[in-house]
């Protein structure tokens, strides 16, 4: 592991690594990861065993030649160390094993839309990457399975072991620690990398009845992959077919994830619910306690009728597993029509406020139709035909109570009231008075 970051870096233009380079990485990793172990092998006989840092290097890396991990190259007066290409094609594999439960949910479906659209877009010209696609997205579904399998183990292993100690250091160690930090909560996050997955399929489901973007793929993988047109034609839609296929059983697949982690938390919980957590040394004093009952006679032990009064259970000691989380279930929504007797029962009720409404503007408009160009007119000459006609009278009487709003027919008009009462068009029986138009 130590090797392949020196070999496989970045920035390396040349292949060919300096030994001395190479020696000094395999010193510091047996100085860091404490080495102080050597397994003979055939070849090995009658030598001692290594004493210091130096003949544990010295040891180690000429077992790894002489096993084909390195290859030496004499350039002039050095020598150079580089990897073949199946032994450096093995290391890439067992790092990536190694690595496995360290993957981004949110890159590999990144990756996969961002290269759907790069075909999408321009399927002359870019083309094959929709093959990427379907290859980042099989390594995507592989790797959802393997993190499954990791948690099936993970539970054979703890339900294996009485001992909680180790039940809640593996807990830890492996699925806080490794899956659910790195894989299980981003699912959980408000940036679900999964939150792309409709824009996904959509996306795919349009290309499927989009003849003229397959025929263009189809002879863009028949030119990059030299395959004849039936063939480049299936592998396409193979490829379409496979994204569809991974990306529609996410839901699954990530619910059985779930119920696995369920079943994982609900061992621990029990695990640190009957542990030896709240009083250190319990387990040693109930052993002495078993024992030095066994020593008493029978009939000198009381029985016991409740454990209620016993401090070490109780219910302040008992840990409640976490709730498995039910998800809502989608449903269709459906709009709701209005009944149409509602809709006008609405309109007529606008209407009828609209018509009792006080405006300014209204009532200086029925005023100046009742003038007709007169410059003052009685109560009496006013005509009420209809509600507004009743409403705009009712505040023509009151036009000098009626506030800043009509300060400006206050200035164009002049009430002048009288002593006797009117009847008005046969609807209204007021104070008469006069309204004068103000020069």
């Known amino acids: 592991m130590e090797l392949a970051d020196l070999f496989f870096d970045e920035d390396l233009i040349d292949p060919f690594i300096p030994r001395d380079l190479v020696r000094s990485t395999i010193e510091s990793a047996v100085v860091k990861l404490g080495v102080r172990r050597w397994e003979a092998e055939e070849g090995d006989d009658g030598q001692e065993l290594p004493r210091s840092t130096a003949e544990y290097t010295n040891r180690i890396y000429r077992r790894l030649v002489q096993t084909g991990w390195l290859e030496e190259e004499q350039?002039?007066?050095?020598?150079?160390?580089?990897?073949?290409?199946?032994?450096?094609h093995l290391l890439r594999s067992l790092v990536s094993i190694a690595r496995l439960e360290k993957r981004s949910y949110g890159g590999a479906v990144l990756n996969v839309l961002s290269s759907l659209e790069s075909a999408v877009n321009d399927p002359v010209g870019r083309g094959i990457t929709l093959a990427e696609a379907a290859q980042t997205a099989a390594d995507f579904s592989a790797h959802l399975t393997d993190m499954m399998l990791g948690l099936r183990e993970l539970k054979i292993n703890l339900t294996a072991s009485n001992n909680p100690q180790e039940i809640v250091r593996g807990f830890f160690d492996r699925f806080v620690e490794q899956i659910l930090v790195s894989d299980y909560k981003t699912l959980k996050t408000r940036n679900n990398p999964f939150r792309f997955r409709r824009q996904i399929l959509a996306m795919l489901r349009d290309l499927q009845f989009d003849p003229l973007r397959l025929q263009q793929l189809a002879e863009h993988y028949q030119q990059q992959l030299d395959l004849s047109y039936d063939v480049a034609e299936?592998?396409?839609?193979?490829?379409?077919?496979?994204?569809?296929?991974?990306?529609?059983?996410?839901?699954q697949r990530l619910a059985s994830i779930d119920d696995f982690r369920y079943q994982l938390e609900k061992r621990v919980a029990d695990t640190v619910r009957y542990m030896d957590k709240t009083t250190p040394g319990m387990a040693a004093r109930l052993s002495r306690v078993i024992s030095g009952l066994a020593k008493v006679e029978e009939h000198c032990i009381p029985a016991l009728d409740t454990l209620d009064e016993v401090g070490f259970i109780s219910a302040s000691?008992?840990?409640s597993p976490i709730r498995r989380?039910?998800?809502?279930?989608?449903?269709?929504?459906?709009?709701?029509?209005?009944?149409?007797?509602?809709?006008?029962?609405?309109?007529?009720?606008k209407e009828w406020k609209e018509r009792r409404e006080v405006n300014v503007d209204r009532i200086e408009t029925y005023l100046e139709s009742?003038?007709?160009?007169?410059e003052h007119m009685r109560a009496t000459d006013f005509r009420i035909g209809c509600i507004e006609d009743y409403i705009c009278f009712s505040y023509v009487r009151h036009m000098n109570s009626?506030?800043?709003?009509?300060?400006?027919?206050?200035?164009?008009?002049?009430?002048?009231?009288?002593?006797?009462?009117?009847?008005?068009?046969?609807?209204v029986e007021c104070r008469g008075f006069t309204i004068h138009r103000n020069n």
Do not use: W
């Open 234 to 251: 299936a592998q396409v839609h193979q490829h379409i077919n496979r994204i569809i296929r991974i990306f529609d059983s996410v839901d």
């Open 317 to 319: 000691s008992v840990r």
């Open 325 to 349: 989380r039910v998800e809502a279930k989608p449903r269709v929504i459906v709009q709701q029509e209005i009944d149409p007797k509602a809709l006008e029962l609405r309109q007529l009720f």
């Open 75 to 88: 350039k002039v007066y050095r020598t150079y160390i580089l990897l073949s290409p199946s032994v450096s």
């Open 370 to 374: 009742q003038l007709a160009g007169r």
């Open 402 to 427: 009626l506030g800043k709003k009509a300060r400006g027919m206050r200035n164009r008009y002049r009430i002048q009231f009288e002593d006797n009462y009117v009847n008005v068009s046969d609807m």
